[in-house]
């Protein structure tokens, strides 16, 4: 199963998808794209030589558009694209073309904090401050809006001990290291199925 990676940040959800030993034996990161000229994913991706490009809705120089993703992703025969922080919204015309086909990994429980600006610490913080005593991570499919596709799976963790929201972000991004690979894993071995308006995973 080819793969298009999308990213803003640092990588770290992309290199638990490269690192994961089970799931390169059933895909391939063909090309990764970000909203950013360079990122610490970029510097990943150079490691592993994965063609790589910065993506402007408006002309600029050293990026390309969206109407240049498009083609990328036919050429390449692009299965699958994982949002792995990337923080833009996808333009319509690349979602329809991959319906179900689109996923993002949320650092929450969605529907708790999400929505367009709940990302990085804002979720953290949100969740800090709203007393909650479990937090964890969702991967979900991408529609037209931020963090409101059909839910795929989910993990929590205990957090009614952390002195913080930096303590909640690390127990999370632990979880989404493991929960994104899975996910990827079980899409590749078509193992979800549609039941009335709820995903389940197969075993
Ligand atoms: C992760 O917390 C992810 O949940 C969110 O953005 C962050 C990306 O981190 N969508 P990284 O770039 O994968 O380290």
Not at 51 to 70: C, D, H, L, T
Request: hydrophobic share 40%.
């Amino acid at each position: 199963m080819n793969l298009a990676v999308f990213v803003s940040g640092r990588g770290s959800n992309l290199k638990a998808i490269l690192e994961n030993e089970e799931l390169s034996k059933k895909i391939t990161v063909k090309v990764i794209f970000s909203d950013k000229i360079d990122c610490g994913a970029f510097t990943m991706a150079s490691q592993y030589q994965i063609p790589k490009y910065s993506i402007s809705a408006v002309e600029k120089n050293g990026y390309i558009s969206f109407a240049q993703v498009k083609s990328i992703l036919s050429e390449k025969k692009i299965d699958l694209i994982v949002l792995a922080g990337y923080l833009k919204l996808i333009p319509a015309e690349i979602i329809s073309d991959f319906q179900n086909k689109i996923i993002n990994i949320h650092p929450a429980l969605l529907p708790l904090f999400g929505g367009k600006g709940m990302y990085g610490m804002n979720v953290h913080k949100a969740c800090y401050d709203s007393g909650m005593k479990v937090s964890g991570a969702t991967v979900h499919f991408v529609d037209n809006t931020f963090d409101t596709g059909k839910i795929i799976f989910q993990k929590c963790t205990d957090i009614s001990n952390v002195d913080g929201p930096e303590e909640i972000a690390k127990r999370v991004l632990h979880i989404e290291h493991e929960i994104l690979p899975f996910v990827i894993s079980k899409i590749a071995d078509q193992k979800l199925k549609f039941e009335d308006d709820r995903i389940i995973i197969q075993n």
